[in-house]
């Protein structure tokens, strides 16, 4: 062979072997000493032409496989069997693994002796990592979907992630306030799980560190280390004695991803490597946030799930517990779900409810029309109804007082839920209660107004004896037969209020009529107080005369009684486009600013005057009521220890 | 002399008004027990019939309706006497002559029956 040919032949193979990046390639002879090394190998392997040729190829063994003679095993296979082809872990000069697809042949002489071997290695480890980490996520998403029990998912998770993708895989939880419970453990060496929750147990998380599982938990960002350095582990740790532990452990790499919910981290999944066999890179780091991602969104839809189910059996414990009707209706107003209550309420049997017959706007008898409509604008518009009463027309036609509320429970659909409150017993009271008062107010006037009529023909006959204090007496008397009078009235009248019963008689006539009238009734009941009217002027208005003539009679009397010291009461009456106004003024006890507006409420008394006057404390709520009836208002303006002004205002013309 | 039948169940109350009325110079009759007050106004035939609202047998309604409808009686006035607060449009409501609500002042029952049964 021509000498030139071979020398041209081996710096071709040279420059051939340089030009194929991807691969390494580089020859050894019979004792495994390297002999040459092309850029492909310098490049995946780390180690120079010059650093290399000469030395051991098991250089670029993991350290177990170079101590168990590894490489001498290979050379002696490929000897005898040819080429073979493997894939298999190699140590980076860096100390980091790469994973290699790679052949190896024996080189051989002219006489087909061999003297030395070629190996081409194919860095794989990104591929293989890529495929691996697809493969566990793919069988982790199956795992999470196929339970709600998520804890016991992620248990397998941890599992099936070693040894593939990690040596060590842990979860950890957040639960309740600072605590954390470590849910999974899974580690290569199965004595190691054992070992490593008895270590949680012994050294429990430090909360506030500032790397690790707590940290993660706090930012609820993810932290990663390709290459855990004893420097980095001397930092995490506080003494010495956890130092050893630590390092024992012989960390390689780990990641540390956060689950979150709701954008809070509820807890963190750990993957580790050991022994310097695999450092992660971002290709695992995004695979195990992905990881992270569909796990959190199982643990979500598990504790969604979980919490719909308490309420869904609350709510249907409520629903059964049948104190109250309980219906739910879609925004067309058909009823399609109702609890026992309910059907007996309306009387529709549950079936013919379930089967949507009924819509709710054909049980609401037309009076009560204009306040349905109200009350749905209200639910639409705040999402629910303050309760009103009204009343439902039941199946076979009879009506029952019904007291309801509803409320939103799907706003986008308009789906709500009717609470509805039976009143019949309620109203029967009611009523009973009414006619007690009204049948006892007539059994008290009548012995009463026999009571006055004694006491007039009395005070005939002493007039005609001519005995003035007997005449003085008897005039008393009457007085307080007159209050009595009027306090039974008052009973009854706030009687009728309360149910809506009162009612007025409007008729046209002259106010100024009804002043001088009132006055001349009460001037008499007082020796100590004038009653003046001041502006009193002539003014028609449309009212109830009984009632108005009681508002102003009421008001006189207690400006009266609550200036037991004055000489005088004035009136004063003016007039505008829309309003008269009229005003009572004493120059008695006045009243201070924080009762002024309790004062016409029902039953109100100021306790400071209680023991000094007395009363039911019902005169101004009914006196209000009145002139709120009439279109009208009523206020005081008073100071105290100078007296009172009481005014109200009747609309000239009645709407 | 005018007749006056006064009809109502308490005593006191009827007591009062025959004092009263027969001071002034009428003839009072009285019917204690309303179910029989048809048998005493045709007996009796008053000028003024005093009527209370709420009696046990028979509503001072109902009899005022009765009364206002036949021909031989409805020209008896009818003075409605009761403690209700609208016996002023129940009595305009049943055609009743006029009202006095209870407890009522003396005075006022004379001025009332002497407006329906002027003493000569």
Known sequence: ??????????????????????????????????????????????????????????????????????????????????????????????????????????????????????????????????????????????????????????N??????????????????????????????AHKDPKKVTWAKELRKKQPIDMKTNSGVPHVLRTGKSEFYPLVTDKMLAASVKTKKTLD?????????????????????????????????????????????????????????????????????????????????????????????????????????????KQGKVIRWKLVPREYETREKKAMKELEQKGSTTPWEKEYIRSDGSQIPVLVTSTLIEPS???????????????????????????????????????????????????????????????????????????????????????????????????????TEVIDAIQPTTTKHTIICKDCIHQDIIGDRNRLEQVFTNLLSNAIKYSPKADKVTIRMTRDSKYITVGVTDYGIGIEKRHHDKLFRRFYRIEKSSNQFSGLGIGLYISSEIVNRHGGKIWVESMEGKGSTFYFTLPLKNK | MKKVLICDDDEGIVDVMKIILENKGYKVKVCANESLIFKIISKEKPDVLLLDLWMPHLSGEEITKRLKKNDATKSIKVIIISAHRFAAKIAKEIKADDYLLKPFDIYDLEKKVKKYAPLL
């Open chain 1, 156 to 185: 397998r998770v941890a599992e099936i992630a070693v040894p593939q993708i990690a040596d060590w895989c842990t979860v950890d939880l957040l639960v309740g306030k600072g605590k954390i419970e470590q849910v999974a453990v």
């Open chain 1, 1 to 154: 062979m021509d000498k030139n040919k071979v020398k041209l032949d081996k710096e071709f193979y040279a420059r051939l072997l340089d030009s194929l990046e991807g691969y390494a390639v580089f020859t050894m002879d019979k004792a495994g000493l390297v002999t040459s090394w092309n850029k492909g190998a310098e490049r995946l392997l780390g180690y120079k032409d010059d650093e290399i040729i000469g030395k051991n190829a098991s250089t670029i063994l993991l350290p177990d496989e170079r101590k168990d003679g590894e490489q001498v095993k290979e050379l002696n296979a490929v000897s005898h069997q040819g080429n073979i082809k493997s894939e298999r872990w190699y140590l980076n000069k860096m100390g980091y693994t790469l994973l290699s697809s790679d052949t190896i042949y024996p080189l051989r002489d002219r006489r087909g002796a061999i003297s030395g071997y070629v190996k081409v290695m194919r860095d794989v480890s990104d591929f293989r990592r890529s495929e691996n980490n697809l493969l566990f996520l793919s069988e982790a998403s199956k795992l999470l979907s196929s339970s709600l029990n998520y804890t016991k998912t992620l």
């Open chain 1, 413 to 515: 659909s308009g789906t709500n839920i009717t609470l509805v409150v039976d009143m019949t017993e309620r109203k029967k009271l009611e009523q009973r209660k009414d006619e007690f008062i009204g049948i006892a107010s007539h059994e008290l006037k009548t012995p009463l107004t026999s009571i006055k009529g004694y006491i007039q023909i009395l005070e005939r006959i002493i007039r005609e004896m001519g005995n003035e204090r007997a005449k003085t007496l008897i005039s008393k008397t009457n007085t307080y037969i007159n209050r009595m009078n009027s306090l039974i009235s008052d009973l009854l009248d706030v009687s009728k209020i309360q149910s809506g019963k009162i009612r007025f008689n409007y008729e046209k006539f002259d106010f100024y009529d009804l002043v």
């Open chain 1, 245 to 353: 532990l630590v390092r024992s452990l012989q960390i390689t790499s780990v990641i540390l991803v956060p689950l979150l919910v709701g954008g809070m981290a509820i807890g963190v999944i750990t993957f580790l490597t050991t022994g310097g066999r695999k450092r992660f890179t971002k290709t695992d780091l995004r695979m195990a946030e992905e990881l992270a991602t569909r796990a959190s969104l199982v643990i979500n839809n598990a504790q969604l799930y979980k919490s719909a189910r308490e309420n869904e059996f609350k709510f249907k414990s409520f629903v059964r517990s049948n104190i109250i009707g309980v219906f739910i209706a879609n925004k067309e107003g058909k009823i399609y779900a109702a609890n026992e209550s309910f059907s007996k309420i309306i009387g529709y049997s549950r079936e013919e409810l």
